[in-house]
């Protein structure tokens, strides 16, 4: 069964600081891996995703995530974390390249910003 | 990109009760799934909502809970029956408007006391 791991629960980071999470996947085939915010009051929005190719992708607010597969991982990435940037992340993972799919979601890591 | 958006923003309800849940999406999309977020924790997908089928529920949810109505392309309810402090969370619903990407909703905020 597909799953999806985020092993810090909670990251501080000073601003301007650089950022990583971590994410390890459990699927038995390619898999295609997101990266979601959960800002109050923005809601959930999508950072970037990964479905093939460059295993470097880049995302929306400067984030970056790299695919390993060799790792099982697709740690996400700022160089330099922004105030704006504290909320919860939660990694994802779908079986399918398709609207259909249904999405399996990480527990969550949330970023607080030390000014 | 897409918009969606949930009636109510949040709600406050009694035990016993039932609060339905409404979802419009501003593009015609084939499938729209409810997600439940409690306290502190992840994304849980409740169910798939397919536009004149049944909704397809995963392990742990049960139509008599959690009914959801799919009458058109833009529009689902989801229905929290007999409700309990349990049901406290967030749900969300979701769209996929593109092979590649799912849109999320703002939320319902469900507390019941």
């Known amino acids: 069964a597909q799953s999806v791991t985020q092993p810090d629960i909670h990251i501080t980071v000073s601003e301007g600081a650089s950022l990583e999470l971590r994410c390890n996947y459990s699927?038995?085939?390619?898999?295609?891996l997101f990266w979601y915010v959960q800002s109050p009051g923005q809601g959930f929005q999508l950072l970037l995703k990964?479905?093939?190719?460059?295993?470097l992708v880049q995302g929306i607010k400067g984030f970056e995530a790299e695919f390993k597969r060799s790792q099982s991982s697709f740690n996400l990435r700022k160089p330099s974390v922004h105030w704006s940037d504290a909320a919860e992340y939660f990694c994802?993972?779908?079986?399918?390249?398709?609207?259909?799919?249904?999405?399996?979601f990480g527990s969550g890591t949330r970023l607080s910003i030390r000014p | 990109s897409a918009v969606i958006s949930q009636k109510p923003s949040r709600d406050i309800c009694q035990r016993g009760t039932s609060l339905t849940i409404q979802c419009q999406v501003d593009?015609?999309?084939?499938?729209m799934f409810w997600y439940r977020q409690q306290p502190g924790q992840s994304l849980t997908l409740i169910a798939t909502?397919?536009?004149?089928?049944?909704?397809?529920?995963e392990s742990g949810f049960v139509i008599d809970k959690f009914p959801i109505s799919r009458p058109n392309l833009t529009f689902s309810t989801l229905t929290v029956s007999n409700m309990s402090p349990e049901d406290s969370s967030i749900y969300l619903c979701?769209?996929?408007?593109?092979?590649?990407?799912?849109?999320f909703g703002p939320g319902t905020r469900l507390t019941v006391t």
């Open positions: 699927y038995g085939a390619t898999p295609y």
């Open positions: 990964y479905f093939s190719g460059d295993t």
């Open positions: 593009s015609q999309v084939t499938m």
């Open positions: 909502a397919n536009q004149g089928s049944e909704a397809t529920y």
């Open positions: 994802a993972v779908a079986p399918g390249y398709s609207s259909a799919s249904k999405i399996i």
């Open positions: 979701s769209a996929g408007l593109a092979p590649d990407e799912q849109y």
